[in-house]
């Protein structure tokens, strides 16, 4: 399984940056990193060209068209370039786990669905799941404005129940601020 972290985004609201951002003591895109590190035989980073990326480990980088922005465009490219199943996950997701990426391993081995994609509280967290080849066609079609849940909701996945902590992005200075709050050492 290859693991790809998408790191596309602008980050406008955290101010620019995102994958670089500081998150007690580690850039905020390490978290990820280290956890498909753990799970996936390989890992890449699908950005965009202008992407500054932190020496995370060993990853790829992949770079994803230019325009538009869209997570959307960040998952078909990690499809094409592996040509395989990818676990993907947000580059802001600090609290995603070894065992929830297995948990959607799990689901997308056990299941023939284009994908399985994690839910938190009953909402499609499309960021965090496993798509499959089957799903490039599909993927590809959808208008660039498209909201991501619709578009991952028409695949039909597998939906596989987290805690929404474990799921939750860091888009915003306060946002950053609680993480840090949380990851500190009590």
Not at 60 to 80: F, K
Not at 132 to 153: G, N, T
């Amino acid at each position: 399984m290859i693991g790809a972290v998408l790191a596309g985004g602008a980050g406008r609201r955290l101010g620019g940056g995102k994958a670089r951002a500081e998150l007690a003591g580690r850039p905020l895109i390490a978290y990820p990193v280290a956890v498909l590190l753990a799970v996936c035989e390989r890992v890449a980073v699908v950005c965009k060209r202008e992407t500054d990326l932190p020496d995370v480990g060993p990853v790829e980088r992949w770079e994803e068209p230019d325009q538009p922005r869209h997570p959307l465009i960040g998952i078909v490219h990690a499809l094409e370039r592996a040509g395989e199943p990818v676990l993907v996950c947000g580059a802001d997701m600090p609290f995603v786990t070894a065992d929830a990426c297995r948990s959607m391993l799990s689901a997308a081995g056990a299941a023939s669905a284009r994908a399985a994609v994690a839910s938190a509280g009953g909402t499609l967290q499309p960021v965090l799941a496993v798509y499959s080849p089957a799903a490039l066609e599909d993927l590809r079609a959808e208008p660039p404005d498209v909201p991501l849940i619709e578009a991952v909701e028409r695949l039909q996945p597998t939906k596989v129940a987290l805690p929404p902590r474990l799921v939750a992005g860091v888009n915003t200075p306060a946002e950053l601020a609680e993480a840090e709050a949380a990851l500190r050492p009590s």
